[in-house]
């Protein structure tokens, strides 16, 4: 029998969002009260809801309908026999009743299960409405579900019960199923429910729960708490609740410029300091989508001009961080400690399952969103999911009936003509993320300062993501290397040796820093600047309560990305580790490892330490370049792990993945240490000994100091420099810390782009050693621009730009 969904597997499915906390703000009403509307109106609602939770035009013979109805429906019917109805339970493994109710940790777990109960009697539901269950249309089955419900809200989820355990699952997951179950049934309940169900979400979530735009009515939280107003306004017919809730999605509508919510950038963050487009954000965007739905046509629709900026962010929020119908992990935060492994009946939670629920969201936006923008999104879709050859979106067994159908509705679509990957790089200042986009593969890079938590944990969750701020840098094949960091990544991958970072070998605790991204690095400058096709990009890194510093630069180019790292010191007694890459290779993975031609031996626990090589190469996966040599160690090893080891509650199921492990070991306490190489996604051994027989025909590496690091690519006309203070470097001068990237262009023209990562120049003057004729653009920040002998740029203020790229371009000979 399926285990229970989690918390998560059913916002997921259901298109939810989560708990967080939030910035103060004011709600702004753009929805008038309107007087009592006929029942006709809320019944008409209540049908287009279940038919958006449900799902329509889909045969539920054909697969994977046929399957996913099937289990629903097996499901449905153990857990009504096993139903024992009792005070302070339904069924015996999911007791609500809270011996000593206050906010402890054990309180969160006797207030989950009102969650959980609730979610299993809405799949219930499901199983009576939707065709194929064996359960369809049988109302002895529906009359037993109703009496769960009754049970429910008779002993605990009714007015004058004390809150205790998790807000969250009084205020959004609890009611939000339990309103989905009465909206399904609702010809099954009887007067006295439906009033008792209302009133009980009336004293939970009453009208004062949006009338504050601040602590947890903000972002995500607040698009659900929304929709759990909406869904029992449509219970209780109640116009006004109605006409209150829709008024307050307005303040989710406006770019901010710190804190919760969609940033002008694209960047996405909740919980004040944390990226999260891949969860949080996701499921606020699943809800803005659904409640778009519903409303549109009604007195209640949706007209907030602002909405455009959730219209605008599918393609400059979510789209970049979507690959092959996976998302990255990058912008997941606790999520990723979520998954299960192969094989168990909840199914994999991993990157995929994340992508697949945003994909089907951007196709049901879509119908909110105008023609053009409709027919772009479904062409999207659809080249996501022709392309995600690892798990195709449209036959997902984790998601609901619904989201699948959105997506098999385009699979089907013979109108409609996939969209191919861009080629672009993406910088998200706000939220310290980088996305870098070529033909044939893709990067993410995630980072951590002032502005954004080295990490998250709550909840249990993600109790071991200690390093993933620190220049974790992932990446994925076209066509290979998709599940890498999916399945069983998180729970096997050694925690102190993400691929790209920097970190000590210091021995953290379990959620070390704090919960809820408390633990920030005191450093301004993390970010970089682009021209959108190339970037610079920097980070300056304190570790996690540890003393380890570094100066960390990564040049994104056309095959491959520049990795270099200097100024790296510490002195906690431990050792501290650059990694090059971290390869999963799965349970019984072989894949060689060659270096500059020679193949090392493929025995587990075995470690190489080459001196000085010039290329390496994992078969299958891909190159990495060495220009100024230096010491690399080699480690094939198999690592087991559990889920629970990173989620408290998760499957103790032991798993086993074989890992391959590049990286630089600097020693203990290193002063001044450093790094450099190239990592060439996808590359052959071949190609990548080409590159490296190149040398500096391919790449010169300008700088790689705690003062500034640059490189030059000849055949791309491409200079990038990270100034880590004032000073040279090669034909560049910068008065003051900084990013540049110059380009030269093939039509006779240079690209200059600048950026202030720190946030807090008032001025900066660039020169750049090369011959000049004509300015012809500049930035608008740019205050005097001198062409001649020598090029001279001169910025204001720059401190409002938000770590944002300024691009001027001139004529150059």
């Given at each position: 029998?399926?285990?229970?969904?989690?918390?998560?597997?059913?916002?997921?499915?259901?298109?939810?969002?989560?708990?967080?906390?939030?910035?103060?703000?004011?709600?702004?009403?753009?929805?008038?009260?309107r007087p009592a509307h006929a029942a006709e109106e809320f019944a008409s609602l209540r049908a287009t809801w279940r038919g958006l939770i449900l799902g329509s035009g889909f045969s539920p013979t054909a697969e994977p309908f046929a399957s996913k109805l099937a289990q629903l429906g097996a499901s449905a019917a153990a857990w009504r026999t096993a139903m024992r109805p009792v005070p302070g339970?339904?069924?015996?493994?999911?007791?609500?009743?809270?011996?000593?109710?206050?906010?402890?940790?054990?309180?969160y777990t006797y207030s989950g299960q009102i969650q959980l109960t609730l979610q299993r009697l809405r799949s219930m539901a499901e199983a009576y409405a939707q065709p194929g269950t064996g359960l369809t249309g049988d109302d002895a089955f529906a009359a037993d579900v109703v009496a769960g419900l009754r049970h429910v809200v008779d002993d605990v989820y009714h007015a004058g019960q004390a809150r205790y355990g998790n807000w969250y699952n009084w205020q959004i997951g609890g009611p939000q199923a339990l309103l989905d179950a009465a909206i399904v049934l609702h010809d099954h309940l009887d007067t006295e429910l439906l009033t008792a169900i209302t009133s009980a979400v009336g004293a939970f979530v009453p009208d004062s729960a949006v009338a504050s735009y601040t602590g947890t009515s903000t972002g995500a939280n607040r698009v659900d708490l929304c929709r759990t107003i909406v869904l029992s306004a449509l219970v209780g017919e109640d116009a006004g609740r109605l006409s209150i809730a829709a008024a307050a999605l307005s303040p989710v509508f406006p770019y901010v410029t710190s804190g919760d919510g969609l940033h002008r950038d694209g960047s996405f963050l909740q919980h004040t300091w944390v990226p999260y487009a891949g969860s949080y954000g996701a499921d606020l965007f699943t809800g803005l989508s659904l409640l778009l739905a519903l409303l549109a046509g009604s007195p209640w629709e949706i007209t907030d001009p602002a909405r455009e900026n959730y219209f605008d962010a599918v393609e400059r929020a979510w789209a970049p961080f979507l690959y092959n119908g996976l998302c990255m992990d990058a912008v997941s935060g606790r999520a990723i400690s979520r998954g299960v492994p192969p094989g168990e009946s909840a199914g994999p939670n991993d990157d995929h399952l994340r992508g697949h629920s945003i994909i089907a969201s951007v196709v049901a936006l879509g119908r909110a969103a105008g023609p053009e923008r409709n027919a772009r999104w479904r062409a999207m879709a659809k080249g996501w999911i022709r392309r995600a050859y690892v798990s195709p979106p449209h036959t997902d067994p984790m998601l609901s009936v619904y989201k699948l159908a959105e997506l098999q509705d385009v699979a089907d679509d013979d109108t409609v003509t996939p969209l191919a990957e861009p080629v672009e790089h993406r910088l998200f200042p706000a939220q310290d993320r980088a996305v870098h986009r070529r033909r044939g593969w893709a990067a993410c890079l995630s980072m951590a300062s002032e502005r954004i938590a080295h990490y998250e944990w709550g909840n249990g969750e993600n109790l071991r993501g200690w390093h993933t701020g620190a220049g974790w840098l992932s990446w994925w094949g076209e066509d290979t290397g998709n599940e890498q960091y999916s399945q069983s990544f998180w729970a096997t991958v050694d925690p102190y040796r993400l691929p790209g970072t920097t970190a000590s070998r210091k021995r953290l605790t379990d959620g070390e820093g704090g919960q809820w991204g408390a633990e920030r690095p005191a450093v301004t400058w993390v970010g970089g600047t682009t021209d959108g096709t190339y970037a610079a990009v920097g980070q300056h890194l304190k570790g996690l309560s540890s003393t380890t510093q570094a100066r960390k630069s990564w040049f994104f180019l056309d095959e491959g990305i520049v990795c270099l790292g200097?100024?790296?010191?510490?002195?906690?007694?431990?050792?501290?580790?650059s990694v090059v890459d971290n390869r999963r290779l799965g349970a019984d993975g072989t894949e060689a490892v060659t270096v500059d031609g020679r193949r090392l031996p493929a025995v587990l626990g075995r470690t190489d330490t080459l001196t000085d090589p010039r290329w390496a190469h994992i078969a299958g996966h891909g190159g990495y370049l060495f220009p100024e040599g230096g010491g690399v160690t080699v480690l094939r090893e198999e690592r087991t792990g559990r889920w629970s080891d990173i989620r408290t509650g998760s499957s103790t199921t032991v798993l086993t993945d074989r890992y391959l492990t590049l990286y630089v070991d600097h020693g203990t306490d290193p002063v001044d240490a450093s790094y450099a190489y190239v990592l060439l996604p996808g590359a052959g051994a071949a190609r990548t000994a080409a590159h490296a027989a190149r040398g500096r025909a391919l790449l010169t590496v300008l700088a790689n100091t705690a003062q500034a690091q640059g490189v030059h690519a000849p055949a791309l006309g491409v200079t990038a420099v990270n100034f880590w203070a004032a000073g040279t470097v090669g034909d560049l001068t910068a008065s003051a810390p900084c990013s540049v990237l110059i380009r030269r262009r093939g039509d006779g023209t240079t690209v200059l782009c600048a950026a202030d990562p720190t946030r807090t120049l008032r001025s900066l003057t660039l020169t750049w050693r090369r011959r000049t004729t004509e300015v012809v653009s500049r930035?608008?920040?740019?205050?005097?621009?001198?062409?001649?002998?020598?090029?001279?740029?001169?910025f204001g203020d720059l401190t409002a730009e938000a770590g944002a790229t300024q691009k001027t371009v001139v004529r150059s000979v």
């Open positions: 029998m399926p285990t229970p969904w989690s918390r998560r597997g059913f916002v997921k499915a259901t298109g939810g969002a989560a708990a967080a906390l939030g910035l103060a703000g004011a709600a702004s009403a753009t929805v008038l009260s339970s339904l069924w015996p493994e999911m007791v609500w009743l809270d011996p000593e109710p206050d906010t402890d940790s054990a309180s200097a100024g790296i010191t510490a002195s906690d007694g431990e050792g501290v580790d930035a608008g920040t740019v205050t005097h621009a001198a062409p001649g002998r020598n090029l001279t740029l001169t």
